[in-house]
């Protein structure tokens, strides 16, 4: 195939030889070997050169396909001789970056020291990209559906208690006989859809409380940039108060007890899974609490 689409390239069996280093009579016994095998004519003569026929023309652009596929192979092997393993890892809008920082932190450090690829996106999408491949691993607020067309594991890596922050002036305006001072307060919250929106607003009716409920979000970071301005109240693991207060400015203002939020690791059925997967599944746990 190599001295076919060099001679089709070249317009000629000579220039082909000189092209490869290879003589006339070894192109050529080549060639007729090919259109054997093919059960076609390749080339037809004219003048001096040669030109493709109908079934030649076919079969270059096959050709042209499989040595610009072999050229990225060569190119994707120098690259991963002098690059870290890729890790695509998919994380869902609902799950705090706090909590995504934690848990992919560890895959960038010896022994693994990979090349982190994190993609955001839609539960649903990230999934079928999983499914597709075309992801190692998805992180979400949720455990993988039971589907015969998804062949899922999802592993639990953590549940961590939530608590209501907020800014320095919420605090002291809210704050001093939680929770029953929370009636009217602003709120920020999760998107309907999100799982813990349903467990923060049955504590909210179990407390007879009736916020004012002033954005929803199922951007977890979004949600936190509003609050940081001081526009509501919002929710967040309890465990990351340092990290809230450093990252948003908000002051943790009671515990909604009962309340917890779970992450989960998603990926598909593999005999060999990937070795940073087993280390986010066994140390997850502890890094969400530490």
Request: net charge neutral; proline share 6%; charged share 20%.
């Amino acid at each position: 195939m190599l001295y076919f689409w060099a001679v089709a390239k070249e317009g000629s069996i000579t220039r082909a030889g000189e092209r490869l280093g290879l003589s006339v009579q070894t192109i050529s016994t080549q060639l007729s070997l090919l259109e054997r095998q093919l059960g076609q004519a390749l080339f037809a003569p004219q003048g001096r050169s040669l030109v493709l026929t109908e079934s030649g023309r076919t079969v270059l652009v096959y050709a042209d396909q499989i040595f610009q596929i072999g050229g990225k192979l060569l190119q994707a092997v120098a690259e991963n001789a002098h690059t870290r393993p890729r890790f695509s890892v998919g994380i869902t809008d609902a799950v705090p970056k706090l909590i995504a920082f934690r848990l992919m932190e560890i895959v960038l450090q010896p022994p693994l020291k990979l090349r982190l690829e994190c993609i955001e996106g839609d539960f649903e999408h990230l999934l079928g990209e999983l499914a597709l491949n075309r992801l190692d691993l998805v992180i979400a607020d949720r455990s993988a559906p039971q589907r015969a067309n998804l062949k899922l594991d999802s592993h639990l890596l953590g549940n961590v208690g939530i608590s209501l922050f907020g800014s320095a002036a919420l605090c002291d305006q809210f704050g001093k006989a939680f929770p029953q001072q929370l009636d009217g307060a602003p709120m920020l919250l999760p998107a309907r859809n999100n799982p813990l929106r349903g467990a923060i607003d049955a504590w909210l009716e179990s407390h007879e409380i009736c916020p004012e409920i002033v954005g929803e979000f199922s951007d977890s970071a979004l949600l936190k940039t509003f609050g940081r301005g001081g526009l509501g109240l919002f929710p967040a693991p309890a465990a990351m108060h340092a990290d809230i207060l450093t990252q948003f400015q908000a002051h943790p203002l009671g515990p909604l007890q009962g309340v917890s939020e779970s992450w989960y690791a998603i990926s598909t059925h593999k005999r060999v899974p990937h070795p940073a997967i087993q280390i986010i599944e066994n140390l997850g746990g502890q890094r969400l609490i530490s």
